[in-house]
């Protein structure tokens, strides 16, 4: 492309090389071909790590679980309630043969 002159497309005046904008009316100018064909962007490759297995010990043995514990809630979960109503019986009748 070298000794073509390029015009602006606004205002046909001639662009000298190298520059962005049309010195007459301001327009931008569009980028100039190259001979040479810009290559687009590699993206990496990405490899992953190779993981070691985790060595198979002879000697551990796998854990036992335990059954669940049976427990004993329905019996006596009503006690706390119990004596709970008795302190607060207990207190109303200090006070009222305190008077």
Known sequence: ????TQFCEQCGTPIPEG?????SCGTA???AVTAEPIA??????????????EPASATTAPAAVAPPTATRRGSFAWAPL???LLGVLLI???IVSAR
């Open 92 to 94: 109303v009748g200090s």
């Open 40 to 53: 687009p962007p590699v993206a990496p490759t990405l490899v992953a790590a190779p993981v070691a297995p």
């Open 1 to 4: 492309m070298a000794g073509d």
């Open 19 to 23: 520059v962005a904008f049309c010195e």
């Open 82 to 84: 119990v004596i709970g």
């Open 29 to 31: 100018v569009p980028a």
